[in-house]
């Protein structure tokens, strides 16, 4: 493994990029917010690879590693956080533990959605020849069975965030209906195609393992993380393990790796992010430390992916440069990212403003100021219409370019992805910025405001960075002896930092709660973690 010859253009990007996409992640939450990050990393590591067989893929890249990081959002952390700062000492050992555990499960899958379009491929009479294509009409068929579930799901149990426990279909706050309906999406592509092929075989092994996990760790030896908070971490355990066995089938060592040491990077980068927060409050600086360790997080994050890609660079197989896509796919990928990525947030701004500004009625002329495609909150409002007024021009211009190239649209692909790039870049700062604007104190600049220096230094190393990267080539190798490698040292740091960690805050504070987050101890008389499922009526922990 040779780290002197990755470029340290790629690295600071691609930081950068995470840790503005996990500072806007932290204000929107859940999967959708996630995704940012996912997509934002693989645009910067695949503009500054200096893999030029790589550009023509780039917004493929940015679908699959948006979608890859979105899973590790369905996590609970918070209490987590607090665990660490405990004055219990076996919870604090407890929390830096699973800190690192959560860290490493997010980035485990956030690396290998990253990391699929470069391996989805396989050499033909001297020719290489992508399977991407293979992928696309699953994808479509998951996101129209998620879409639906929500419709559905809200159409007839119409759930309260806060009431949710109260739902029938409430199971340790899992998110088991989606891993189901992702499922049975892959087995109508399967009926439909009358085989199991590759991209089918990944979406069962994901959704199987997801259950397995899950059924296991939570309901069969009861292992609760944050209880009463959701237990998605099993359900991730169980894709990761799933996801493992899938390369194994399909001999996608490379993919492993990436998986593997992604995931243990990522580890670090969540633990020893938390840990600079507590060394930050100790200084006793007053700040939105919170946000000071979620844009860390992110940071750290994504300079461990990119050291990861940085070592796989000239180690994955060449990719076809004149693929045969249907043009409904090239277009289905940008709309996914400019488009059904960035509403998916910035529809949380809408509601904040109409909650947070007397001036701006519920509704407007009739229809609501936003309406989440939801029956119960009025299907269609003007957001919406504005949106579908955007996917218009958006798909018209694509269509359009794909015929007869656009002038302000690059013809090659290096421009394209900066374009995509930028033009992603700068709306999810705007929308975070707006959102926060209704509410902004001073407090918000070390969100808000470092948010966007971050952005203005990632497009100047966008525009001029690629100009000086080292081109690298494609090349066949065996990660066998790179997956050993960094399972055993992995467990080995995993252990370590978690007690260096837990040793570094009892030297900071003792026995003492360390400020920042309410008193959580998880174990012994004096454990305040709840034992039962949320009562009706109250709202959800």
Not at 137 to 155: E, M, R
Not at 177 to 196: N, S, T
Not at 350 to 379: C, K, N, Y
Request: charged letters at 10%; proline letters at 5%; glycine letters at 10%.
């Amino acid at each position: 493994m040779d780290i002197t010859s990755i470029p340290w253009q790629m690295i600071l990007l691609c930081g950068l990029s995470l840790c503005v996409g996990w500072g806007i992640r932290g204000n929107f939450g859940h999967e959708y917010g996630a995704a940012i990050p996912g997509a934002l990393a693989a645009m910067a590591i695949v503009l500054l690879s200096g893999r030029e067989d790589w550009l023509r893929y780039i917004h493929f890249f940015a679908l699959f590693g948006a979608l890859g990081w979105s899973f590790g959002g369905s996590m609970s952390y918070m209490m987590v956080v607090g665990y660490s700062h405990s004055s219990h000492t076996p919870t604090v050992l407890y929390g830096f533990a699973n800190l690192f555990a959560i860290g490493f499960l997010w980035a485990a899958l956030g690396g290998a959605g990253t990391a699929l379009p470069a391996f989805l491929t396989e050499i033909t009479q001297g020719q290489p020849k992508t399977f991407l294509p293979i992928f696309m009409v699953p994808i479509c068929v998951v996101f129209i069975g998620w879409s639906l579930q929500a419709v559905i799901v809200d159409l007839i149990f119409a759930p309260k965030r806060m009431q949710r426990h109260e739902s029938p279909l409430y199971w340790y706050d899992s998110d088991w209906l989606a891993a189901l309906v992702a499922i049975v999406a892959a087995l109508i592509v399967i009926i439909y195609r009358g085989q199991i092929d590759i991209a089918t075989s990944l979406i069962l092994y994901l959704g199987v393992g997801w259950f397995v996990g899950f059924l296991l760790l939570v309901n069969v030896l009861k292992l609760r993380m944050t209880p009463p908070r959701g237990d998605n971490w099993a359900g991730c355990v169980g894709m990761v393990v799933g996801l493992l066995a899938y390369c194994w089938q399909f001999k996608l060592g490379g993919v492993a790796f990436v998986t593997l040491m992604s995931g243990f990077t990522g580890g670090v980068a969540f633990s020893f992010g938390q840990l600079l927060k507590q060394i930050g409050i100790k200084t006793g600086l007053q700040t939105n430390w919170h946000s000071v360790m979620e844009q860390l997080q992110g940071l750290l994050f994504g300079l461990g992916i990119a050291l990861t890609f940085g070592l796989i660079l000239n180690r994955t197989p060449p990719l076809e440069t004149e693929p045969t896509f249907p043009r409904w796919m090239e277009m289905f990928a940008v709309f996914c990212i400019l488009i059904a990525l960035t509403y998916l947030n910035y529809r949380k701004a809408g509601q904040t403003w109409v909650d947070s500004v007397a001036s701006l009625p519920e509704r407007m002329f009739g229809l609501p100021v936003i309406g989440w495609f939801r029956h119960s909150r009025g299907w269609i409002g003007w957001f919406e219409l504005f949106y579908i007024a955007l996917s218009i021009m958006l798909i018209t211009v694509l269509a359009v370019n794909l015929r007869e190239p656009i002038p302000f649209i690059s013809t090659h692909w290096l421009g394209k992805g900066q374009l995509l790039y930028l033009v992603f870049l700068w709306w999810i700062v705007v929308i975070n910025f707006e959102r926060a604007l209704v509410n902004f104190s001073a407090g918000r600049m070390i969100t808000e405001g470092v948010i966007t220096l971050n952005a203005v230094i990632c497009t100047i190393i966008v525009a001029i960075g690629a100009n000086v990267v080292p081109k690298q080539t494609g090349n066949v190798f065996s990660f066998s002896d790179w997956i050993k490698t960094v399972s055993i040292w992995g467990i080995v740091v995993m252990i370590g930092t978690s007690f260096a960690f837990w040793g570094i805050k009892h030297l900071l504070y003792g026995k003492q709660h360390a400020p920042g987050a309410s008193l959580h101890i998880r174990f012994g008389e004096a454990s305040n973690a709840p034992k039962e499922k949320p009562r009706s009526g109250e709202p959800h922990p």
